[in-house]
Protein backbone atom coordinates (compact mmCIF):
# COMPACT_ATOMS: atom_id res chain seq x y z
CA UNK A 1 0.00 0.00 0.00
CA UNK A 2 0.56 3.44 -1.08
CA UNK A 3 2.56 5.30 2.06
CA UNK A 4 2.82 9.39 2.40
CA UNK A 5 4.64 11.18 4.46
CA UNK A 6 4.61 14.98 5.02
CA UNK A 7 7.26 17.40 6.40
CA UNK A 8 8.10 20.95 5.89
CA UNK A 9 5.78 22.55 8.28
CA UNK A 10 6.53 24.90 10.70
CA UNK A 11 5.45 28.32 12.42
CA UNK A 12 6.07 31.49 9.88
CA UNK A 13 5.17 35.09 10.33
CA UNK A 14 2.80 36.35 8.21
CA UNK A 15 4.20 37.34 4.66
CA UNK A 16 6.36 34.53 5.32
CA UNK A 17 6.95 31.23 2.78
CA UNK A 18 6.94 26.98 3.72
CA UNK A 19 8.08 24.49 1.18
CA UNK A 20 6.41 20.89 2.18
CA UNK A 21 6.88 17.95 0.68
CA UNK A 22 5.38 14.49 0.28
CA UNK A 23 7.37 11.47 0.29
CA UNK A 24 6.13 8.44 -1.27
CA UNK A 25 7.13 5.13 -0.34
CA UNK A 26 6.27 1.39 -0.97
CA UNK A 27 4.89 2.54 -4.55
CA UNK A 28 4.55 5.37 -6.78
CA UNK A 29 1.87 7.80 -7.60
CA UNK A 30 1.03 5.77 -10.80
CA UNK A 31 0.06 8.26 -13.14
CA UNK A 32 -2.26 9.19 -10.55
CA UNK A 33 -3.21 12.76 -9.18
CA UNK A 34 -1.22 14.34 -6.06
CA UNK A 35 -3.03 16.65 -3.93
CA UNK A 36 -2.73 18.82 -0.93
CA UNK A 37 -5.49 19.47 1.49
CA UNK A 38 -5.69 21.42 4.91
CA UNK A 39 -7.88 21.86 7.73
CA UNK A 40 -8.06 24.23 10.47
CA UNK A 41 -9.34 23.46 14.01
CA UNK A 42 -13.27 23.05 13.95
CA UNK A 43 -13.34 22.98 10.06
CA UNK A 44 -13.88 20.47 7.85
CA UNK A 45 -10.91 19.64 5.51
CA UNK A 46 -10.61 21.38 2.40
CA UNK A 47 -9.03 21.02 -1.11
CA UNK A 48 -5.59 22.82 -1.87
CA UNK A 49 -3.85 22.27 -4.97
CA UNK A 50 -4.00 19.32 -7.16
CA UNK A 51 -1.77 18.26 -9.87
CA UNK A 52 -2.57 15.71 -13.23
CA UNK A 53 -0.99 12.31 -12.63
CA UNK A 54 -0.33 12.54 -16.77
CA UNK A 55 2.80 14.15 -18.20
CA UNK A 56 0.74 17.75 -19.37
CA UNK A 57 1.18 18.80 -15.98
CA UNK A 58 -2.10 20.09 -15.56
CA UNK A 59 -2.59 22.03 -11.55
CA UNK A 60 -5.95 23.12 -10.00
CA UNK A 61 -5.66 25.76 -6.76
CA UNK A 62 -8.20 26.67 -4.80
CA UNK A 63 -9.04 30.39 -4.83
CA UNK A 64 -7.24 30.84 -2.23
CA UNK A 65 -4.36 29.44 -3.03
CA UNK A 66 -4.51 30.88 -6.68
CA UNK A 67 -1.41 32.92 -7.03
CA UNK A 68 0.25 31.88 -4.07
CA UNK A 69 1.07 28.40 -3.48
CA UNK A 70 2.15 25.74 -6.33
CA UNK A 71 2.03 22.31 -6.30
CA UNK A 72 4.85 20.82 -7.75
CA UNK A 73 6.16 16.96 -8.75
CA UNK A 74 9.52 15.28 -9.02
CA UNK A 75 8.77 11.87 -10.33
CA UNK A 76 12.81 10.40 -9.69
CA UNK A 77 12.43 10.76 -6.36
CA UNK A 78 8.87 10.21 -5.89
CA UNK A 79 8.40 13.24 -4.02
CA UNK A 80 5.37 15.91 -4.03
CA UNK A 81 5.90 19.92 -2.99
CA UNK A 82 3.79 22.69 -2.31
CA UNK A 83 5.20 26.16 -2.32
CA UNK A 84 3.40 28.49 -0.02
CA UNK A 85 4.31 32.22 -0.40
CA UNK A 86 2.77 35.46 1.39
CA UNK A 87 1.20 33.62 3.89
CA UNK A 88 -1.95 34.17 5.90
CA UNK A 89 -2.97 33.81 9.77
CA UNK A 90 -6.11 32.17 7.61
CA UNK A 91 -3.67 29.40 6.28
CA UNK A 92 -3.06 27.62 9.69
CA UNK A 93 -3.64 24.46 9.94
CA UNK A 94 -2.54 20.57 9.25
CA UNK A 95 -1.92 20.39 5.66
CA UNK A 96 -1.95 16.53 3.87
CA UNK A 97 -0.68 15.02 0.78
CA UNK A 98 -2.97 12.82 -0.84
CA UNK A 99 -3.00 10.07 -4.08
CA UNK A 100 -5.19 9.41 -6.40
CA UNK A 101 -6.02 6.39 -8.63
CA UNK A 102 -7.67 9.13 -11.09
CA UNK A 103 -5.23 11.38 -13.29
CA UNK A 104 -6.89 14.50 -12.84
CA UNK A 105 -9.95 14.58 -10.21
CA UNK A 106 -9.83 18.09 -8.68
CA UNK A 107 -9.47 19.00 -4.87
CA UNK A 108 -12.76 17.28 -3.76
CA UNK A 109 -11.29 14.64 -0.54
CA UNK A 110 -13.53 12.17 -1.61
CA UNK A 111 -11.85 11.03 -4.73
CA UNK A 112 -8.38 10.69 -3.07
CA UNK A 113 -7.02 7.04 -1.67
CA UNK A 114 -4.16 7.46 0.12
CA UNK A 115 -3.15 10.43 2.77
CA UNK A 116 -0.38 10.99 5.02
CA UNK A 117 -0.58 11.83 8.43
CA UNK A 118 -0.19 15.61 7.85
CA UNK A 119 2.06 18.26 8.74
CA UNK A 120 1.59 21.58 11.04
CA UNK A 121 1.67 24.65 9.75
CA UNK A 122 1.11 27.75 12.20
CA UNK A 123 1.02 31.57 10.56
CA UNK A 124 1.43 33.70 13.50
CA UNK A 125 2.93 36.84 14.35
Known amino acids: QLQLVESGGGVVQPGGSLRLSCAASNGNWNHGAAGWFRQAPGKEREGVACLSGSSDGKTYYADFAEGRFSISRDSADNMVYLQMNNLRPEDTGVYYC?????????????????WGQGTQVTVSS
Open 98 to 114: AASKWVFPGISPNVYDH
